[in-house]
């Protein structure tokens, strides 16, 4: 069975950092291409990073390059958004999702089919 779980996500001031994790299971986790997704109350959901599954490619969408970070540690079955310099507008629940793909990734609207597995998400609020 395939687990797919997020955590980290807070309620954190403006200019603040926040690290959300995703943990797999069951699944060959160093075949796998992972992405950051985030939804926001009224709004469509938002590719926000990935991570191709040997980490040769990482992606970032326009308005958190620079402040956003994305890793992954296969050994442990691990991927980090690290955030920093958060603001109101990075408020939303972020989702991890599994691709079963070895190319370069991808978070534009057409990729979101091919994510094979998804988390139930973390919330995480910038306010002060």
């Known amino acids: 069975q395939v687990q797919v779980v997020e955590s980290g996500g807070d309620l954190v001031q403006p200019g603040g950092s926040l690290r959300l994790s995703c943990a797999a299971s069951?699944?060959?986790?160093?075949?796998?291409?992972i992405g950051w997704f985030r939804q926001a109350p009224g709004k469509e959901r938002e590719g926000v990073s990935c991570?191709?599954?040997?980490?040769?490619?990482?992606y970032y969408t326009g308005s958190v390059e620079g402040r956003f970070t994305i890793s992954r540690d296969n050994a442990k079955n691990l991927v980090f958004l690290q955030m920093n310099s958060l603001k109101p507008e990075d408020t939303a629940v972020y989702y991890c999702?599994?691709?079963?793909?070895?190319?370069?990734?991808?978070?534009?609207?057409?990729?979101?089919?091919?994510?094979?597995?998804w988390g139930q998400g973390t919330q995480v609020t910038v306010s002060s």
């Open positions: 999702a599994l691709d079963n793909w070895d190319g370069p990734c991808g978070i534009a609207t057409y990729h979101v089919a091919q994510y094979d597995y």
């Open positions: 069951g699944v060959a986790f160093e075949r796998y291409a």
């Open positions: 991570i191709s599954s040997r980490e040769e490619y990482t």
